[in-house]
């Protein structure tokens, strides 16, 4: 089918995209977390910020796997609306976590992001199997 | 003979659904997507709402001709003084020295606005007195028009002094505005159109050039000498007066001014008195809008139309020409 020749990529491409973002935000993730906190914080404020950011970027990369392996072993590949979701998805993913990233928002925003672009994705995604 | 091509037009296919589909739900999100994004990103890149903007004007200005005059003869703090006040030289007793003031203002270009301020004062002195200190007070009438109506009292202060007796003090100098808030796009400002010095009251204090100068500074709106260039010359024959020239030019001034901000879109609803303002900042929005919504406009065209030509979510084809059944 000459649709899926774009679709599949350009899921692959926003999947893709949407999970090197989380990864840079984990690697860097010390200027995030300073951005959450007041202008005068303790260690332990600091330290809490800063678990609370790895579980919820953990819960993120575990998502991903689950979705790469949906994706990956083609159980949704010629599912049209897997694909056009998905790439919405992450797409809106993409660029709201780059905003989050370089203007520095604060942490309660990425919860929001995580709950609007993952918890419809989940959704479908069970709702497929 | 078909040599080119005059004139085409495109030919629109349709596609067709029910209320309740996803290709509802697609085209809703791509509407908001288009007419929403463009909107954070003009927002979030600054300078949306304009919120003030400046104009130049050359203010009218006109020398009032009141002033105090106070210059130290000797470095022990003996003084000669004289102003246009009555009470400020009756208070000053002995001290009064009567100069000859001549005042010359200029309109270089005919505008009917003056452009520069030539005064020349000259003081007698003793022959063993010499002059140290020169302190010098002007006022003014300053007033715009453009946009919104000023009309204020103003002054300008020229201090030196110098610990070798002179001659003569030229002064060339800029009056220029100062302003602490931006002032209004229309109206009548005239708070400020009261005398700088009041000329009835008796006390000493009224007169302290500290007290006016502290009491002025703390108008929101003033004019300053800007650009002072004092040359002190030196060398006073024995039974010449003491003489100060100054050039004030009044020059062009660039005024700011705010520009109404609205929160939220307000309908248009057309009414012959609206402001200036509202409608400047809004043009200003719409320009920014609408150069980003374009870009957006030709994403999501093709993504659409990417998504139902091939589609990807089931909708009913309609074709411009009519599909003959053989």
Redesign the interface.
């Known amino acids: 089918m ?2 899926q020749i ?2 599949v990529p350009a899921r692959f491409l926003t999947l893709i995209a949407h999970l090197v973002i989380v990864i840079i935000i984990f690697w860097s993730r010390e200027n995030s977390v300073r951005a959450c906190l007041p202008l005068d914080y303790s260690d332990e404020e600091y330290r809490s910020e800063d678990t609370r950011l790895v579980v919820a970027l953990s819960v993120t990369l575990g998502l991903f796997a689950i979705e790469l392996m949906g994706f990956l072993s083609g159980v949704s590949l010629f599912n ?2 897997q ?2 979701l998905s790439i ?1 998805c992450h797409a809106s993913g993409c660029v709201a976590l780059l905003f989050f990233l370089f203007e520095q928002w604060t942490c309660s925003i990425y919860w929001w992001i995580f709950a609007f672009c993952r918890s419809v994705k989940l959704q479908s995604l069970f709702s497929l199997i | 003979m078909a040599f080119y091509e005059a004139y085409s037009h495109p030919a629109l296919v349709r596609y067709k659904t029910n209320i309740c589909t996803r290709a509802t739900l697609f085209v809703m999100v791509v509407l908001c997507l288009t007419y929403i994004s463009p909107l954070l990103v003009a927002y979030r890149s600054q300078g949306f709402w304009l919120k003030r903007s400046t104009y130049e004007e050359q203010p009218v200005v006109q020398f009032q001709y009141d002033m105090i005059l106070i210059g130290a003869t000797n470095t022990a703090g003996n003084y000669v003084a004289w102003s246009t006040f009555p009470n400020f030289n009756r208070l000053v007793g002995d001290n009064l020295r009567i100069p000859s003031v001549s005042v010359q203002e200029e309109d270089r270009n005919q505008d009917g606005k003056s452009d520069f301020l030539n005064l020349q004062i000259n003081i007698p002195l003793k022959p063993e007195e010499q002059m140290f200190t020169i302190q010098l007070l002007l006022t003014f009438t300053y007033q715009l028009f453009r946009m919104s109506t000023v009309a204020m009292q103003t002054l300008a202060f020229v201090q030196h002094s110098s610990s070798v007796p002179g001659s003569q003090l030229f002064i060339s100098a800029d009056l220029r505005l100062h302003q602490r808030t931006p002032l209004p796009h229309r109206g009548v400002h005239a708070v400020y159109n009261v005398s700088v010095i009041d000329a009835s009251s008796p006390f000493a204090s009224s007169y302290d050039l500290a007290n006016i100068i502290g009491l002025y500074q703390k108008r929101n709106l003033t004019t300053q000498l800007s650009g002072a260039v004092p040359v002190w010359t030196v060398g006073r024959a024995a039974n010449t007066p003491f003489q100060i020239r100054t050039q004030i030019n009044y020059p062009v001034d660039t005024i700011t001014y705010p520009l109404h901000t609205v929160s939220v879109l307000i309908s248009l609803t057309v009414s012959s008195t609206y402001r200036l303002g509202f409608w400047e900042t809004v043009k200003f929005a719409w320009i920014q809008y609408v150069s980003v919504l374009l870009i957006f406009l030709w994403i999501f065209q093709h993504i659409q139309t990417f998504v139902f030509q091939n589609q990807v979510i089931p909708t009913t084809k309609v074709l411009p020409f009519k599909q003959h059944n053989i």
Do not use: S
């Open positions: 000459p649709v774009i679709l049209n609306n694909a056009l919405g």
